[in-house]
């Protein structure tokens, strides 16, 4: 056995028994705990996580920096790296907390991809066309008109539980990022796009399965359409709609749906809870990609704008 083979025995025995405090006493979804285990294995090349100095850790940040990796890669790896090392503290594995000092990584927060009003009814437009030709096209319009009405991450969509279906008042539960819930409308659209969806969902079970717990059963091993699935059949619904399917995913729809309502009036707490974030600067994000109904905003609130031009603005007499 080599010399380092014990201390990488001990480095995953350590990783995972903070993955396992993440998931029993914080919740941390299943997709969190994978991020969380690559980053950390990353971080265990080379090092002994039970004695590593911090001197160590600026370097493997600095080297995500030369790698060239996004300051939200980088911000997300260092998050990672603090909750570790913290748990090692508290559990009395470290005498310090070698991430307490370490500068984050500065974030420029890029403007999220945003389909137009048009391209979004050009999308469901086709959609439509193909939900009146084949079950798989009523299945296509119900997962987009879904996710445009209710603006759900993709995680969530491919996991509503068939009950979101028979929700009452138009209204669905949802269930995100830490298996906390919340309550989203659905216009008359979704409805019925989700009702023509069932008259159709028993061809997409198994021959020996009667029923299935999922809105969009697979057969799978998740038993539900898988998050690729759901991708790759928008990428073809964009070709088909004549946008470009880089353009395109589920993420863009749950963009288009918290812009669309910013630029219709919709205040940010209402979109915030809508939306699932925990914090509203995540939300404030689309007062910026919905500047067109700000300058609107300022155009007929202002009381310069109400006035017309003043004397100043006419400029001096000829």
Not at 77 to 103: M, N
Not at 124 to 131: K, R, T
Not at 140 to 160: P, Q
């Amino acid at each position: 056995m080599s010399p380092r083979a014990p201390v990488a025995v001990h480095n995953a025995a350590l990783i995972e028994a903070f993955l396992d405090m993440m998931g029993s006493e914080r919740g941390a979804s299943s997709n969190t705990i994978s991020a969380y285990r690559r980053d950390l294995m990353d971080l265990a090349q080379g090092l002994d996580l039970a004695s590593a100095p911090r001197a160590a850790l600026r370097k493997v940040l600095e080297r995500f920096d030369q790698a060239g990796f996004a300051s939200s890669t980088q911000a997300r790896k260092l998050s990672a790296f603090r909750q570790f090392f913290g748990f090692l503290y508290q559990e009395g594995i470290r005498s310090e907390d070698p991430t307490s000092i370490l500068d984050a990584p500065k974030m420029v927060r890029p403007l999220p991809k945003v389909l137009s009003a048009d391209d979004v009814n050009r999308l469901l437009e086709c959609a439509a066309a193909q939900a009146a030709s084949d079950a798989q096209g009523r299945r296509l319009l119900a997962m987009v008109e879904i996710l445009y009405a209710a603006g759900l991450r993709v995680s969530e969509l491919v996991s509503l539980p068939l009950a979101a279906a028979k929700a009452r008042d138009g209204v669905i539960l949802v269930r995100g990022k830490g298996g906390k819930e919340r309550l989203v409308p659905l216009n008359s659209h979704a409805r019925d796009a989700i009702a023509s969806w069932l008259e159709v969902r028993p061809q997409f079970l198994a021959k020996d399965e009667k029923q299935s717990p999922y809105l969009f059963p697979s057969h799978g091993a998740d038993g539900h359409l898988t998050r690729r699935a759901c991708h790759k059949l928008l990428k073809q619904l964009a070709l088909k709609a004549g946008i470009d399917p880089d353009k395109l995913s589920p993420h863009v729809l749950r963009h288009a749906f918290a812009t669309h309502l910013v630029e219709g009036g919709a205040d940010l707490r209402s979109v915030q809870t809508m939306l699932g974030h925990a914090d509203i600067a995540t939300t404030q994000i689309y007062t910026h990609v919905a500047s067109g109904r700000l300058v609107r905003v300022v155009h007929s609130a202002h009381p310069l704008a109400r006035r017309g031009r003043t004397k100043r603005d006419k400029g001096p007499k000829q």
